[in-house]
């Protein structure tokens, strides 16, 4: 049997396990098995690896992309490079798993938003600081696009705003804006982030990591300004099967 599954905490309403499950059924690979691993702290990790030696793979949640890199032992060069880690390959050697931590969000998400970019999308605000922030900040790098992090407060940084200091002037200038919180995800969906919609207009991009449901609040709110809004659903399916890629080269 070869396993895989998914860390982190709480997991009530993970994408993985049914994609993966239905993956598997429908590709005939009856061999595989996905399965949830609910953690509420990462020091579980080792325990996880120590009752299932016939791990292949693990995919990393929230709140764990960046904790979980201190128990691994080797890091793919981009992963590394921002800090987060959401997919893991695990290898034997001489009967012991090894594990080697990468980052598919990267690419979830470059693919996802490149046939969007328009030329005014120029510079963009990431809201949110976390782990999943910090693949959508290496695409921007990548691709050039100049960048702001807001923030409920603007401690943790000279790069970061607070929702307070998002003027009409910053709004007309940051036509990106990428949801990188869990605001707005079920079962809290009349949560969004704390913008002043209001200055959103039609050249606006509208970008919410979140999938469930299919039209967050965020999204919501940037349709009645005449925004172009898209959900994480793509970035999803694509990090999942760059991940299921890096299980099986």
Not at 45 to 60: E, H, M, R, S, Y
Not at 73 to 79: I, M, N
Not at 132 to 148: G, M, P, T
Not at 190 to 207: A, M, R
Request: contains cysteine.
């Amino acid at each position: 049997m070869n396993i895989y599954g998914l860390i982190g905490y709480p997991l009530t309403h993970s994408f993985s396990k049914k994609y993966f499950s239905e993956k598997f059924e429908k590709e005939n690979l009856h061999t595989c098995v996905y399965q949830n691993f609910e953690i509420d702290s990462i020091a579980r990790f080792k325990d996880i690896i120590a009752t299932n030696p016939q791990l292949n793979g693990l995919n990393v949640t929230i709140p764990y992309k960046e904790k979980v890199i201190d128990y691994l032992d080797e890091l793919d060069p981009e992963a590394e490079q921002i800090g987060a880690v959401n997919t893991i390959k695990f290898t034997e050697n001489v009967g012991l798993l090894k594990t080697k931590g990468f980052n598919t969000d990267i690419f979830g998400f470059e693919e996802s938003i490149n046939p969007l970019l328009q030329p005014e999308h120029t510079k963009a605000l990431i809201l949110g600081t976390g782990g999943a922030s910090k693949a959508i900040e290496f695409v921007l790098k990548k691709k050039k696009i100049d960048f702001l992090h807001v923030s409920r407060n603007n401690a943790n940084g000279t790069s970061v705003v607070s929702y307070n200091e998002l003027s009409p002037d910053v709004l007309n200038e940051y036509t990106i804006i990428i949801n990188t919180t869990p605001l707005g995800m079920y079962p809290d969906i009349h949560s969004c982030p704390e913008l002043p919609y209001q200055y959103v207009g039609q050249k606006h991009l509208l970008y919410d990591l979140v999938y469930n449901p299919d039209l967050t609040k965020f999204m919501s709110m940037g349709l009645e300004q005449g925004a172009q809004v898209k959900n994480g659903l793509e970035m999803l399916h694509l990090q999942a099967e760059k991940a299921w890629e890096i299980w099986n080269r």
